[in-house]
Nanobody
Framework: QVQLIESGGGLVQAGGSLRLSCAAS????????MGWFRQGSGKEREFVAG????????YYATSVKGRFTISRVNAVNTVYLQMNNVEPEDTAVYYC????????????????????WGQGTQVTVSS
């Protein structure tokens, strides 16, 4: 069974940067569509960013577009979320997710479209 391990969370000041990583336990990673979601305290989990198999297609939630960048390196089975100019509203537990049976062209944005999840990593932005 595929495992996803997130890292890179922590405390950062508003306006700062942070990079999250998510490592998969299988070389089949290169055929997975990947996404990042987040869940703030008392809120529902929400889509943040998604990426195609090859990484040539990306899509972002309006709230993070222009500040966050999703990328992947299939050679090391890892997807990243570069977070720049963070805001207190970005405080949440961040989860990476994989859709293991995916169309190579698609970017998936719904939680129900992903079948494998990481354990989450906390990001806290101080004002």
């Amino acid at each position: 069974q595929v495992q996803l391990i997130e890292s890179g969370g922590g405390l950062v000041q508003a306006g700062g940067s942070l990079r999250l990583s998510c490592a998969a336990s299988t070389r089949a990673f290169s055929r997975y569509a990947m996404g990042w979601f987040r869940q703030g305290s008392g809120k529902e989990r929400e889509f943040v960013a998604g990426i195609t198999w090859s990484g040539d297609g990306t899509y972002y939630a309006t709230s993070v577009k222009g500040r966050f960048t999703i990328s992947r390196v299939n050679a090391v089975n890892t997807v990243y979320l570069q977070m720049n100019n963070v805001e207190p509203e970005d405080t949440a537990v961040y989860y990476c997710a994989a859709r293991t049976r995916a169309n190579y062209r698609y970017i998936y944005t719904r939680e129900s479209e992903y079948d494998t999840w990481g354990q989450g990593t906390q990001v806290t932005v101080s004002s």
